[in-house]
């Protein structure tokens, strides 16, 4: 069968993947790993699924994952999923990405985070987004123009942060109108009731992803008195729905010793959460406070926590700052993304508040092209540890060289804190987290493509 449908079109392929994902036996991931590889025509991509492919072989806990989206979910969401992130991003996207690199100079990001709104009932302490004003939002006109030119470049994933983004109006006819794409929309979770849910029903392409600290305790210290119950609420309706979603975690010097906690996560996967992204505590937003980042060992402990959590939990782990070896180092700068905040300003990444380009005065391409991406993303190719890949906490230095370039500007007032007054600490930060990171690097990361490009450079 497999090789009869060697010229079958992409629909096709796609209506058999649909058909198939009725079942989650090892022979059936097996087939629909055979079906995706006719796709893409990017070589990384064919042996990224090959290597899929092999895991489920070896029956690798990992695999428990995708079981659980093809068994737990509602149709409507996992064939959307299944259409839009499997098929329409990762498969035909690749192509159409690689198209269009060739066609401009630079390949294409592979995702943007968008932060319509500003709006938010919550004043976390430490919020990263907490110094916009809370008046900013896109209309939906502009909202909808940015969705249109990236999905030109061939990206069909949006991140929907903010501010809270269940808080425009108007949102859910965004995610109506590009049904051919996925959403993942981070949330505080306290908005989410029964009707929402129908809503998400309706349109299946969004993923809500519930920002947490802890368990109630850690959770309300910062998000205020009964919002641990308000996400573990909207988590029940969801579940019961078949839909699934994320949880999102602020890793702090405070709560480090949770989310390393098997307990912890075996907790989540109870209530249904099928991944966990995980943000390490930059000082930057509201009150920027280095005393909350997670020290150096705390930073390390989570990596390796990660690291066998991924052979263990039928969860997917997503580590923003310690990832760097399996993504080559730092996301931003359109590298794989960039973000456009609730102002229109086009931003290298959700972390770093400058900018030198505005969506209202320019489009999408021509600021991934502009002088300032263009230099960060030569300044990221000057790092060999990718387990130190931050311009903000690892070589702190690039980010004020960065920030300084002609024509960046501040994006909120005090976002120039970290380039300035805290500009010593993160030195210090920088310096005691290399220690750890070089050691880690030579030793567990000997065969890494990284290490041995460089040992050639070197002979």
Same mark, same amino acid.
């Given at each position: 069968?497999?090789q009869?449908l ?12 649909l058909?198939?994902?009725t ?7 097996i ?7 006719m796709?893409p025509?990017?070589d990384?991509?064919k042996?990224r699924?090959?290597?899929? @492919? #092999? ?8 695999i ?22 499997? %098929? ?7 192509? *159409?990405?690689?198209?269009?690199g ?8 592979s ?7 500003? $709006?938010?009932n919550? &004043?976390c302490y ?6 916009y ?17 990236i999905?030109e ?10 501010? =809270?983004?269940?808080?425009m ?9 590009h049904?051919?794409? &996925? ?10 009731? +029964?009707?929402?849910? *129908?809503?998400?029903? =309706? %349109? ?17 210290? $910062?998000r #205020? ?5 308000? %996400? ?6 969801l579940?019961?729905? /078949?839909?699934?979603f ?6 702090s010097?405070?709560?480090s !010793? ?21 943000f390490s505590?930059?000082?930057?937003g509201?009150?920027?406070?280095p ?5 150096p060992?705390?930073r390390?402990?989570l990596?390796?926590?990660?690291a ?11 580590d923003?700052?310690?990832? #760097?070896?399996?993504?080559? /180092?730092?996301?931003?700068?359109? $590298?794989?993304?960039f973000? %456009?905040? &609730?102002?229109g ?9 400058? &900018?030198?380009?505005?969506i209202?005065r ?10 300032l991406?263009?230099?960060? @993303?030569?300044?990221?190719? =000057? ?15 690039? /980010?004020?060289?960065?920030? !300084? ?10 976002? +120039?804190?970290?380039f300035? #007054?805290?500009?010593d ?27 041995s490009?460089k040992?050639?450079?070197r002979?």
């Amino acid at each position: 069968m497999i090789q009869s449908l060697k010229n079958y079109t992409k629909e096709k392929i796609l209506s058999y993947l649909l058909e198939m994902a009725t079942g989650s036996s090892d022979e059936t991931l097996i087939r629909m790993t055979h079906l995706m590889e006719m796709i893409p025509k990017k070589d990384y991509y064919k042996e990224r699924i090959r290597w899929i @492919r #092999g895991l489920i072989r070896d029956k690798h806990p990992a695999i428990e994952f995708p079981r659980r989206i093809l068994r737990e979910l509602h149709p409507g969401q996992r064939d959307k999923w299944i259409s839009n992130l499997a %098929v329409n991003h990762l498969l035909n996207g690749t192509n *159409r990405r690689k198209e269009w690199g060739d066609q401009n100079g630079f390949y294409p990001p592979s995702t943007v985070v968008i932060s319509p709104t500003m $709006r938010c009932n919550l &004043a976390c302490y430490g919020c990263y987004a907490g110094d916009y004003n809370k008046s900013l939002e896109l209309s939906l006109d502009e909202l909808d123009s940015i969705l249109m030119q990236i999905k030109e470049m061939g990206i069909y994933f949006a991140v929907i942060s903010g501010g =809270e983004p269940f808080y425009m109006e108007g949102i859910f006819e965004i995610f109506r109108k590009h049904s051919d794409m &996925a959403f993942l929309v981070f949330t505080h979770g306290g908005l989410i009731d +029964e009707q929402m849910v *129908r809503q998400l029903i =309706e %349109v299946g392409n969004v993923m809500p992803a519930f920002s947490l600290e802890g368990y109630q305790q850690e959770t309300d210290e $910062r998000r #205020g008195a009964g919002h641990f119950d308000k %996400v573990m609420h909207a988590m029940d309706l969801l579940r019961e729905a /078949g839909l699934s979603f994320c949880g999102s975690f602020t890793h702090s010097r405070k709560n480090s !010793a949770l989310i390393t906690d098997p307990a912890y996560i075996d907790m989540l996967v109870s209530k249904g959460v099928f991944a966990l992204w995980l943000f390490s505590y930059v000082p930057v937003g509201r009150k920027p406070d280095p005393e909350l980042m997670p020290t150096p060992e705390q930073r390390d402990h989570l990596r390796r926590s990660v690291a066998a959590f991924r052979d263990q939990k039928p969860m997917l782990f997503i580590d923003f700052w310690n990832d #760097g070896p399996m993504v080559s /180092g730092c996301l931003a700068g359109g $590298r794989k993304y960039f973000h %456009v905040n &609730a102002n229109g300003d086009i931003e290298p990444c959700v972390f770093c508040h400058f &900018a030198v380009d505005n969506i209202r005065r320019t489009t999408i391409r021509e600021a991934l092209g502009s002088p300032l991406f263009r230099k960060i @993303r030569q300044k990221q190719g =000057e790092h060999d540890n990718l387990l130190r890949p931050c311009m903000l906490i690892d070589h702190p230095e690039t /980010g004020r060289e960065l920030f !300084a370039s002609e024509g960046a500007y501040a994006t909120h007032d005090g976002a +120039e804190e970290i380039f300035s #007054g805290l500009s010593d600490t993160m030195d210090a930060y920088a310096g005691a987290y290399a220690e750890i990171a070089d050691a880690a690097w030579e030793n567990e990361f000997k065969d890494h493509p990284a290490q041995s490009k460089k040992r050639g450079t070197r002979g």
